[in-house]
């Protein structure tokens, strides 16, 4: 199935289907078609991916990738380069082939490789699409938005191995702020987490702090918006979103929330909580341990200044991944905005 007929409005407007070339074959041709190719290029990436094979996971982490995942040693390395036949295949798409990049795939959609190849298409589909929200911005040109102390990714898993990323509306400028900058600041938080491999395998919970939200903010809900945030969670990013806990929210947030919903799949639906001000319901699911004292923990106040070093110590990776995609041509100036 062609990329931009994976779900409904993904095409690029003013392109005709020619003039995107993305392969329109199935997972069995594209590996059929991979197999016999014998271009100088797919040998190079075949020969660098033999050299670039992901470090090998901790007992612990295996035995959890291997019983959630369906990550099984015997068949990993079978799985891997069944992925990349298939990339390879995609001539007009250059991206990483090596162990450690397919990984992410594979493992956020439990190693089915046709699942895992879609989602990989439909990741780059959508930053070619729609750049002005899916480009990811280089954390320097950002440093003022993460300086709002809006957001932060904690420091500690929780006790299922899970990284807390926390977001406090109060803290966004709306008047200042576009809410392209602050979705792009937050692709920009996870594409840092997927490099590491224990988040792939335990996932992500966020946590939204809704405390001070306003007329100003309505914004970050409109419908447009709130369909690109559930395309990202549901079928574009290769992250397990493990539970979207809602805290502190205004009386009338569920005609909000009703915006989301007719996107929602019942398995993301039935991983929000609405807590209001019960800090004990969010401990529940997030021990204090891990929290900031703003949130009843016993960890020091909310910072993110470790988190911000961390992403501007990274800046080349970020660099990198905006030289990957796929190459399209004869493509209208405006196609894209």
């Known amino acids: 199935m062609p990329a931009d007929n994976m779900f409904p409005g ?10 995107l070339p993305i392969n329109p074959t199935s997972p069995d041709k594209l590996m059929s078609a991979a197999s016999t190719t014998t271009t100088a290029a797919a040998f190079e990436e075949e020969l660098a991916a033999a050299f ?4 090998q996971l901790p007992p612990e982490w295996a035995e959890k990738a291997a019983n959630e995942l369906n990550e099984k040693p015997e068949t990993v390395q079978e799985t891997i380069s069944s992925l990349r036949s298939m990339v390879i295949a995609e001539t007009n798409l250059r991206v990483r082939t090596d162990d450690a990049f397919l990984l992410r795939f594979l493992r956020a959609r439990k190693f ?10 439909r ?5 070619l699409r729609c750049p002005e929200l899916f480009k990811v911005p280089l954390p320097s040109e950002k440093q003022h938005i993460l300086e709002m102390q809006a957001q932060n990714m904690l420091e500690d898993r929780d006790g299922s191995g899970r990284r807390v990323y926390i977001f406090r509306v109060e803290k966004c400028d709306a008047a200042n702020v576009s809410i392209e900058d602050i979705f792009r600041t937050n692709v920009l938080a996870l594409e840092h987490i997927v490099q590491e491999p224990e988040t792939q395998i335990a996932g992500l919970i966020v946590v939204v702090d809704m405390n001070g939200f306003g007329f100003q903010h309505a914004k970050f809900l409109s419908p447009y918006y709130a369909r690109r945030t559930v395309e990202v969670i549901q079928e574009t990013f290769p992250l397990r979103f493990k539970g979207f806990h809602v805290i502190n929210q205004p009386f009338y947030f569920d005609a909000v929330f009703a915006v989301l919903k007719p996107f929602l799949k019942d398995k993301i639906r039935r991983r ?7 800090l004990n319901a969010l401990h529940a699911f997030i021990s204090p341990e891990i929290l900031p004292a703003e949130y009843g923990g016993k960890k020091p106040s909310f910072d993110n200044r ?15 991944l905006e030289t990957y995609g796929y190459k399209v041509r004869e493509l209208p100036q405006d196609a894209t905005k």
């Not at 993904?10 to 020619?18: F, I, V």
């Not at 089915?112 to 298409?121: D, E, I, R, S, T």
């Not at 929000?272 to 019960?278: A, F």
């Not at 470790?306 to 990198?320: G, P, Q, V, Y």
């Open 10 to 19: 993904l095409a690029l407007s003013g392109c005709t289907p020619d003039q």
């Open 52 to 55: 670039s094979r992901a470090p």
């Open 112 to 121: 089915n490789c046709a699942k895992a190849f879609h989602m990989l298409q």
């Open 123 to 127: 990741y780059y589909v959508m930053k």
């Open 272 to 278: 929000i909580y609405l807590h209001g001000r019960d």
């Open 306 to 320: 470790t988190w911000r070093l961390s992403l501007l110590a990274n800046e080349d990776k970020f660099i990198e």
